[in-house]
């Protein structure tokens, strides 16, 4: 895997287990953006960790904002650290977020960070957020995914990591979602499931479990996960269309035409656009030839 490897925002909503929301908002705090180039945007391997980093923080109750102040203060004071979600260990004590570097751990928002450098051991209360054996099995199952000749070891390095934290979301979705392309629909499903089990209002995971059924001809079943995606996460506009698709199947061309739609408005160019107001335009010959 070379330096320039670059990952679409879809992308990295799948291998992380991201909404777009997420990533729009982590943008707009600064805390990791996509490069920009003739309006694509993507992000790279170190982009990846970064959010992998932002995601687990949140996921720990650290909020946002309060990451985006300790950055600024930590982008301050060393400014040789381009990418400090993904060059430093990143921690926190349940209320201050904390750095790790160079075996000292720093409080960047206080004057600690400048003045005194910590090296005592933090309390018990200290949850590093790198989660460390699932996390390694994780880092492992993320590089071997993204080596398209490495599927299987990646499925092997999830399931090692669930074996280590089984409540881990990111690691089942993306188990799933490998099984998925390797045309094992049954155990893309279990998988998928088993992510709704753990949390039931995950919009990937519903748009995921409504796409294998849809593939195993579960029309009702798909379109209710994928409602359910849409409900949660308007806009999510893959979920969108794969509604628009189900429901066209199940000949319930009116909300159809309304997810349609809401494709177009988020996804304005693209071949998949192309198609969706392809349908539009059906759609709407059919109703003008049958008045």
């Known amino acids: 895997m070379g330096p320039t490897d670059r990952f679409s925002p879809d992308e990295v909503q799948r291998i992380l287990g991201l909404t777009g929301k997420q990533l729009d908002y982590w943008d707009r705090l600064r805390l990791v953006s996509p490069r920009r180039d003739k309006g694509i945007r993507s992000y790279d391997f170190r982009d990846l960790i970064g959010l992998r980093t932002v995601k687990q923080l949140s996921e720990k109750g650290v909020p946002a904002n309060r990451l985006q102040r300790a950055l600024a203060a930590l982008r301050e004071k060393l400014s040789q650290v381009q990418a400090p979600l993904a060059e430093l260990r990143v921690l926190s004590d349940g209320r201050d977020v904390i750095v790790e570097r160079g075996g000292s751990r720093l409080k960047p928002i206080s004057g600690q960070f400048v003045l005194n450098f910590e090296t005592r051991e933090l309390d018990e209360r200290v949850r590093v957020m790198s989660g460390r054996s699932a996390a390694d099995w994780l880092a492992m199952a993320l590089e071997y995914e993204v080596d398209g000749n490495k599927k299987a070891e990646a499925i092997e390095a999830y399931e090692r990591a669930l074996l280590v934290d089984p409540q881990r979301i990111d690691a089942v979705i993306n188990c799933g979602t490998l099984y998925y392309e390797r045309g094992n629909l049954e155990r893309a499903s279990e998988y998928f499931l088993r992510a709704l089990a753990l949390d039931e209002e995950n919009p990937l995971a519903h748009f995921n479990l409504g796409s294998v059924l849809e593939e195993v001809g579960e029309m009702e079943e798909a379109r209710r996960h994928l409602r359910q995606a849409v409900r949660l996460d308007p806009d999510y506009s893959d979920a969108h269309y794969n509604l628009a698709f189900v429901c066209e199947k199940l000949s319930a061309f009116a909300e159809a035409r309304e997810h349609w739609q809401a494709y177009v408005k988020l996804e304005p160019v693209g071949p998949w656009?192309?198609?969706?107001?392809?349908?539009?335009?059906?759609?709407?010959?059919?109703?003008?030839?049958?008045?």
Do not use: P
Request: hydrophobic content about 35%; charged content about 15%.
């Open 273 to 291: 656009c192309s198609y969706a107001r392809q349908r539009l335009a059906s759609q709407a010959a059919k109703s003008a030839g049958s008045i």
